[in-house]
Structures are given as C-alpha cells and as structure tokens.
C-alpha cells in the first residue's frame, strides 16, 4: 500500500473529525418524549413562523424545526412519535374569558331555542322526574332566536311547575326566569321596588312580576332545593365525576389554559393536579373589592398560587359595571332605540367603583372589568387612569371584559393606559341579530371593534363566556374572520372592515390571551423551551373554505407534552 502524502492525511483526519462531530452532536441530542413530523406547524412565533416538526421532552417543547432535524431527537423505544401526515399543529388554545365548572347532566339546556314552547316542554319532563319542592335548573335560552322575539314569562312554567321552583337562566346569564312558585317564596309582589342595579320586568297592565328579573334583581329571589339523598361519598364521587366531564370537554375543544373570574375552586384543580388528571392551566380570580380583610385573603391567595407557577395560578380581582346588551341592561351614554327611557342598568354609582379600582391597584392585582356600553367601558377606562394618577403606573395589564361597545376616542385610550382588551369574537355573531335594534348603526361601528383596536395598538386576548356561548374555540375564529352568523349567511359580514385573517385570530386566542395573565414568556406560541401546549387539526384552518371552519375537528391535543385527548379517527 503506497504511503500516504502529508497533505492526503491532513485531509483524512479532518473527514474522520468532521464524521465524529456529526455523529457526537446527533448523539448528544437529548431524546424526546414526544415527537410530532410532518406537520404544518403555524408557531404564533414571529421569529420562526413555520416548522414542520416539533419535539418535547418533560413538559417543555425542545426544538421546533423541519422534519430533517427532528430525526436527532427521536430515539426508538423513548421517544412517541405522531406524523402528522401534513396536518395544521397550533399553539393550545387560551379561553380568557371563561366560567367553567363541572358539568351538570340534570341541567336544561335551552340553546338555540326558537319556539319557546319548548321550555314548557322540558321543564315539565323535569318536573316528573323530580321530588315535589326539588330545585329544577335551566338555561342559555335567548329570547332574540324565538319566533316572536318577546320575553318569556312565567305562565310559559307555571302550569307544569306550580309544586316546585324553577329557574332558567338567559344565555348571557344577566337576567333568569322564574316561575310563580319562586316569585312567591321570595315574597316579591307587585309592590316591590328594582334595587340599584336591578330590573323586575313587569305586566305593563297589572304591575305584576313577568317571571323575568335582570341584574341585581336576581338577589331578591329565594329558593331552596332539597336536600341530596346521598352519602357524602356518593356526592363526592359524583361531583369529580361531573369536573371530569369538564376537563374531557375542554381537551376535545383544544382548549389548554382558562382564566376564570371569582368562583373557581382552587381545590378541585389542585386535587386534579396531584392525581395527574388536570388537563389544562388555570388561571383563577377574585371579586372586585375595597374591603382590607377581602383583599389580604387574596393576597394570601396570590402567595399560595403564583404568577411563576404553571398550573394553578390565582388571576385578576373583576368586577361589573354594567349588564348585557341582550338583557337591555349594558349602560350607554345615549337611550336605547328599542327603549327610549333606558340607558342601561349601572351596577354601583362611578364615585364607588373609581374607589373599588384604585384601591385594588394600589394592593397591586390585576383588575378585569366588566363592562358592555360605551359609558361603561368609559368609565372603566378613566378608573384605570385614575389609578394611574394617584398610585402610580406599573405593568397592571389590567383588562375590560368584554370591551363591547366603544367610543370612537376611546379606543385609542386602550393602548394609551395599557389595558386589555379580552374580548369573545362569538359575542359579535350572536348580538349582530339585535345590536342594531338595540342601538342603532352608528354606535354598532365600535361593536366588537377588534380590528380598529389593534390598528390603535392595542393588547387584545380571545376567549369565550363560556357557557354564555360555546367553549369550542372554532366558534370564535370563525366569528372573527367571517363576522357572520353560524349557518353562513351571504354577503361580507357585518362592519366587514372589522375581520381578522384566520392567523390572527390564532395569535389572539394562543399568544394574546397569555398575555392577559403575565405568561407570554413560557406560553402562547410553539418556540424552544416553552410549555409544550399544542393543538393538531383534521383540517387546515388557514386554507379551508370559511363555512367550513366550525365543522374541523380536534385530532390532537397536547399539554405539558402529553396528549391528553386523541380523537378515535385520527392516527
């Protein structure tokens, strides 16, 4: 064998040494727990927008990259891998606004009711299978989807429930109906007078009580339910058994995180937590307050549950100002056009709430505000700047809940003081039926303005009311970039100028709701060493025709790098 020049060997070492890096950096790769290839990734990630394959290891993402670079982190008999076969891979998605609790098979579900009728109907089949005096329980009904789009009263119940009392809920859950058995239980007669912030609707040609009572009006009624039969063990093992059928539902819907208003049970979560059975991250408030002695049980509560946590964390302090749009009650600076002698029902006096939003500030939570009109959401905001002027401005990120309606000089004001907008895009394509009824066109022009709010800068994080409206989050991307109703009505959408593209309302549903709860650094996108939240689709949510979006289906859904629901068609 003839001997090698020196400049042949040279070259030999450096392919070995080249061959050596090659493999020690494949090996040096650590193994992942999870894989998913061939995907189309939409990351939310503005630094790196698309990838094909992502990879997790514990309940983080460790690298997000083509589905060449993913093969260093696939080990065999360590690392399960899902191929995608090309389907959409997003962030999970963030309910900002959500009022989720466990899942009662007993309670009437009247959504998308026409022909109220069907309330007699059901409760009467209630009725027969309950106990003379045993609390019968309903709602989502919207009297603007029945045939005559007139309020119900309470004849609709009275004759199939005069031993029991009833009481249902309207879909935004501002005002209920009863049936005369509560009315008279509660002792409320036709001298009774509205409380402050409250509304007894009444027969206008008898004074009497109609069965429907709106806001602080809901405080007046009593009604007791009988008591369970059943052991403390048979009630506790039927209550986790209706919490789980909450978590499987959320899971189903792609749904990883939730920020809930005051009465979330840390304990619930917790025990799931320690049972390895929570299923998504919570992030769960108090209630609006200048008391001390509240405020320091917060405070307590914050201590407990921390920002920097990832599971459990105690949210935002939210209060109301104002109703509902649906229920006539949201307060605007003008009357309503379909109530010339309303403006809405203000749920404390400006003088009290500034007080209640300076002092939460200054004890230094975050605060979420309800509000609906433009003169709540006015006077949201200057509580907002008011606390900036006396306690200093800080990152509050405090937000408006809902921020519905709006003035045109307001919206600038958002970015301005930095305050959120959490915002339920489903709200649009349910109110656009009676919006303009309600408050004429022009004022519609900053209804669920989402659109002019971004062009002024603003912070805006998506979520759903749920159970007001549906907790599937396809609902509300469709509402965002179609603005029309569910069955696909034709045209453009209402104020068209207002849609989103379907990446957008992603970002703000992943992204900017995890901004809304201080999480954006560890959440909201798919990006190396953040939480390993991802949802897979069936379908391409950014190509598919529109009237096709709320038809796609969950196949996939991640969290913490586990999946937590696989559909039974998908591979």
């Not at 792609?254 to 304990?267: K, N």
């Not at 929570?278 to 992030?283: A, C, Q, S």
């Amino acid at each position: 064998m003839s001997s090698l020049s020196p400049y042949r060997i040279a070259i030999v070492y450096l392919l070995l040494a080249s061959s050596c890096c090659v493999v020690s950096s494949r090996n040096d790769a650590p193994a992942a727990d999870l894989v998913i290839k061939n995907a189309k990734v939409v990351t939310i990630d503005k630094e790196n927008p698309r990838a094909a394959a992502i990879a997790f290891k514990g309940e983080r993402i460790i690298a997000v990259t083509s589905n060449e670079g993913i093969e260093k982190y696939i080990k065999k008999g360590v690392s399960r891998v899902i191929d995608a076969r090309g389907r959409l891979a997003v962030p999970g998605f963030n309910d900002a606004h959500i009022h989720f609790s466990s899942i009662d098979p007993d309670y009437i579900d009247f959504r998308y009711i026409t022909d109220p009728n069907i309330i007699t109907k059901k409760v009467k089949e209630a009725v027969a299978g309950a106990r003379p005096g045993e609390l019968i329980r309903g709602g989502r009904w919207e009297h603007e989807m029945f045939t005559g789009k007139k309020w119900p009263t309470k004849e609709l119940i009275d004759s199939v429930a005069p031993n029991n009392p009833v009481v249902l809920s309207r879909a935004d859950g501002h005002s209920v109906l009863v049936n005369s058995y509560v009315i008279r239980n509660s002792r409320i007669t036709r001298e009774t007078r509205d409380p402050f912030g409250g509304e007894i609707q009444r027969d206008p040609a008898t004074g009497e009580p109609t069965g429907i009572f709106k806001e602080k009006a809901k405080g007046l009624l009593k009604y007791d339910q009988e008591p369970v039969r059943r052991t403390a063990e048979e009630q506790q093992e039927l209550l986790m058994l209706r919490w789980q059928a909450a978590f499987d539902q959320a899971a189903r819907n792609g749904v990883t995180s939730i920020q809930l208003p005051p009465g979330g049970d840390f304990d619930i979560y917790r025990r799931f937590k320690n049972m390895g059975k929570l299923t998504l991250r919570v992030y769960v408030g108090g209630s609006l307050t200048a008391d001390e002695q509240k405020l320091r049980r917060c405070a307590e509560l914050r201590r407990k549950y921390p920002k920097d946590g990832n599971w459990i964390r105690f949210g935002y302090i939210k209060g109301f100002i104002d109703g509902t749009l649906g229920s006539g009650t949201a307060l605007f600076f003008e009357p309503y056009i379909d109530a010339p002698d309303k403006t809405g029902l203000p749920q404390m006096p400006y003088e009290e709430f500034e007080k209640m939003v300076v002092a939460v500030d200054k004890a230094g939570f975050q605060i979420g505000i309800h509000a609906i009109g433009d003169r709540a959401n006015h006077w949201t905001l200057n509580a907002y700047r008011k606390a900036q002027q006396l306690n200093g401005r800080r990152d509050s990120r405090h937000r408006i809940e809902h921020a519905q309606v709006l003035g045109d000089d307001d919206i600038a004001r958002f970015a301005k003081l930095g305050v959120i907008a959490s915002m339920q895009p489903t709200h649009c394509i349910t109110d656009k039926r009676f919006a303009e009824k309600r408050i004429g066109r022009q004022r519609c022009k900053g209804a669920y303005a989402w659109r002019r709010l971004m062009d002024a800068g603003a912070a805006i994080a998506f979520g759903t009311d749920y159970p007001v409206e549906p907790i599937n989050p396809l609902e509300g991307l469709y509402a965002a970039v179609t603005r029309k109703d569910r069955a696909g009505e034709p045209g453009n959408g209402w104020f068209p100028d207002q849609k989103l593209s379907m990446e957008e309302a992603i970002e703000l549903y992943t992204l900017g709701s995890a901004y809304a709860e201080f999480m954006e650094n560890r959440k909201g996108m798919i990006k190396e060493s953040y939480l390993g939240d991802v949802v897979i689709f069936n379908s391409d949510l950014t190509t598919i025709p529109h009237d096709q979006i709320m038809s796609a289906k969950v196949d996939y859904t991640i969290v913490g790098g586990k999946v937590v629901y696989k559909r039974e068609a998908a591979e």
